[in-house]
């Protein structure tokens, strides 16, 4: 029967192993497999194979001890005896190896699912969070959007006041030259007349002097 068990504590080495050392996407590939074989009828098969194995490797506890006392009462064991004796050490040995194998791998497939799902309910919560944080800083973006424009439109409406005020100050200015221009326009036209008026002024005093 020993045939049977290396294997199988073979098998479960390796599987405890994968399980404890993260190697790739194997691990997540054991997990997988466990859970499947934990659905359904798989832990009651697994419950029977693991009675089975309990009450063979007790039988082959209570055979050591008869073999031994019967060794103790002859005072040796026949080579058959020792034999056996050894064969079902073996199988005991190996046997108890595969149970604690069984125990560590069923331990461990359950801490990591619950280590899995206490991941995966931070990794929830930090997202959540995140996106708690995303959302004040859209709304405080648009906040500020919103006081940008507004300033925007105060700095419109200031500029369309000052267009304006400059418009009617060039519109003054222009007035103003105009008035200026006439101004000047008239004093010119005041100082030919008053140019003509010396003229004849003069051409009177001379025209008195010659008739006296």
Request: charged share 30%.
């Amino acid at each position: 029967m020993y045939e049977l068990l290396i294997p199988v504590v073979i098998a479960e080495a390796v599987v405890a192993s994968l399980m404890l050392l993260k190697i790739g996407p194997l691990r997540e590939l054991v997990l997988k497999i466990l859970d499947q074989l934990k659905v359904g009828r798989g832990p009651v098969t697994l419950i029977g194979i693991a009675g089975t194995m309990g009450v063979i490797l007790l039988s082959r506890f209570i055979s050591i001890v008869k073999m031994q006392n019967k060794g103790e009462k002859l005072g040796t064991m026949s080579p058959m005896d020792q034999v056996l004796y050894r064969t079902h050490i073996l199988e005991a040995s190996l046997m108890s190896f595969a149970v604690f194998l069984g125990f560590i791998i069923d331990r461990t497939h359950d801490y990591l699912t619950k280590l899995d799902g206490l991941t995966s309910t931070k990794e929830v919560e930090r997202l959540q969070k995140e996106k708690v944080q995303l959302t004040e800083k859209e709304e405080k973006s648009s906040k500020e959007i919103k006081q940008l424009q507004e300033k925007i439109a105060t700095l419109s409406e200031d500029l369309k006041k000052l267009k304006l005020e400059c418009a009617e100050k060039d519109k003054a200015v222009e007035t103003a030259e105009s008035h200026v221009t006439s101004l000047q326009k008239q004093a010119a036209d005041l100082l030919l007349e008053y140019d003509h008026l010396l003229e004849n002024q003069k051409l009177q005093t001379q025209f008195a002097g010659h008739r006296r």
